[in-house]
């Protein structure tokens, strides 16, 4: 009699966490081990973070965001609060200004992994989410920036992203709009959140009465506009006059020469208005996009204070992808990969499993996946099972016989082959 699932048994797991049965896992494996591979070719070493931290020293390198979306809780051994880290990054400064101040600098580090983060109680809410990103710790240059961007390209290009869109933003340009500014902490939310939403006759009504110049007023109104091409830098340069957005618009001219040099221009927007991570970054911001996706697949930017707060000044820039949403976006691309087949079933009838265990072991050494098939079944019902489990080949191996027979599974094809010539490495497919 089959089994039939306990219907309370279902709904087991927490909000916003997941199973992921192996066609999904694969697909997740596929996208870390790609980018894994672009970070390497750009020189980049990986770091493993542990999943608990004390959570007085977590703190220290998170935005306020973060910290109210961090699990916590009391640690019996040491009678401390720890908690789950909702970002490597901060993780990752630690850890440079720890346990790594004496290797020279710059120290170009990745990672892959998972974070929990608390979110509102709202379906599809992720709150186990997996990051695969870059820090590159030591290097205060456009350059270095730009070759963030680049290398996020890059990553895109290799997962076969038809189309994307890299938006950058830079929040120096933002500040040097609103610094010195009459105007209350809570006014200053309140436009921040206007130009955010592009909501221009809202932020015009906030700036109304406001004891401001005509030309400030004119800088703010001009914010939720400056998105667009490559354009928008010159039309922000006739924008603003004061010294600091006009020196972040400076360093965006240069990164968009370098990028240009990379060959990869095409792919960047820019979008002065986006406030994203106003606490955290303090020049340079990034996000990238795909088609049908509202919400960003990858994010980074400049944050060169973050190593200071564990007592280690150095500039640092760098981005992640979010691979659930990566995998929401490509999630139909990737199929192909999903259903890779294995290279060899092996099935022997019978009391001695000696040669057919004595086979798998030569195929795996020959870097072919090989499985014997232990259950004790009929050959047909074998067949029937490599089938469905994406196998190539099925070996049906004799006690005594010296030839085996070689059935491919995707159209019944039958040879034989002499069993110590699968075992000789000449032996292929």
Known sequence: MTATPDSALESTLPKGVKDFLPVKAAKIEYLEQTLRSVFARWSFRPILPPSLEFLHVLEKGLGEGLRDKTFRLDDRQSGRMVAFSPDITPQVARIVATRMREIPLP???????????????????????????????????????????????????ELGAAEFTIDIGQVEFFRGVMEGLPLSASSVRQVQGAIARKDISGLRELLTGADLSDEAREEILALPRLFGGREVLVRAEK??????????????????????????????????????????????????????????????????????????????????????????????????????????????????????????????????????????????????????MNFRFVIVVGEKDEKVRLIRLADGQERSVDYQQILSAEFTL
Do not use: W
Request: with cysteine.
């Open 107 to 157: 120290l170009r580090l990745c990672y892959t992994g998972r974070v929990l983060r608390h979110t509102e109680q709202q379906v599809g809410k992720d709150r186990e989410i997996f990051q695969a990103g870059v820090e590159l710790i030591g290097l205060e240059s456009p350059e270095a920036d730009a070759e963030m961007i680049a290398m996020a390209i890059e990553c895109f290009q």
């Open 239 to 388: 924008a603003v006059t004061n010294e600091r957005s006009r020196k972040a618009l400076g360093n965006l001219f240069r990164i968009l020469e370098i990028l240009e040099v990379y060959g990869v221009a095409e792919h960047v927007t820019f979008d002065l208005g986006e406030l994203r991570g106003l606490d955290y970054h303090t020049g340079l911001t990034f996000q990238g996009f795909l088609p049908g996706v509202g919400r960003a697949v990858c994010s980074g930017g400049r944050y060169d204070n973050l190593t200071a707060r564990y007592g280690y000044p150095s500039p640092a820039t760098g981005f992640a992808f979010n691979l659930l949403n990566l995998l929401f976006a490509l999630d139909r691309d990737l199929d192909e990969v999903a259903s890779r087949s294995s290279d060899v079933l092996i099935f022997q009838s019978g009391a001695e499993k000696e040669r057919a265990q004595r086979l798998a072991r030569a195929l795996r050494r020959r870097g072919l996946s090989a499985a014997r098939d232990i259950i004790t079944r009929d050959l047909e019902d074998s067949i029937a099972y490599g089938q469905k």
